[in-house]
């Protein structure tokens, strides 16, 4: 079993940053990739990055490349995303989740999944 705890949300003025953590408890947490996922009020779900067990590999989404970057410290368990000029489109509960493999298409390979932490991009 991997539970895991998404921290760092809050509210932001368009162009700012926030540094999102997911941080994992249980066993063999080095195993598993991470996804980060995001779902806006009357959006599906979307997959916006993930990055390998051993954080050689990641990948992101058009709509964030270039803003957001993804690492993993598996030493603390945590996987970190630095999310940089925020936009109001931003705006959603972002989700951490764990698997097998890392994709950004198939969410459902993900096994284990946090609560999601409310992210608001707004003047």
């Known amino acids: 079993q991997l539970q895991l705890v998404e921290t760092g949300g809050g509210l932001v003025q368009p162009g700012g940053s926030l540094r999102l953590s997911c941080a994992a408890s249980?066993?063999?947490?080095?195993?598993?990739?991470i996804g980060w996922f995001r779902q806006a009020p009357g959006k599906e779900r979307e997959g916006i990055s993930c990055i390998s067990s051993s954080g050689g590999s990641t990948n992101y989404a058009d709509s964030v490349k270039g803003r957001f970057t993804i690492s993993r410290d598996n030493a603390k368990n945590t996987v970190y995303l630095q999310m940089n000029s925020l936009k109001p489109e931003d705006t959603a509960v972002y989700y951490c989740a764990a698997g097998a493999w890392a994709t950004l298409d198939f969410a459902n390979e993900y096994e284990f999944w946090g609560q999601g932490t409310q992210v608001t991009v707004s003047s």
């Open positions: 249980g066993v063999n947490f080095y195993f598993y990739a």
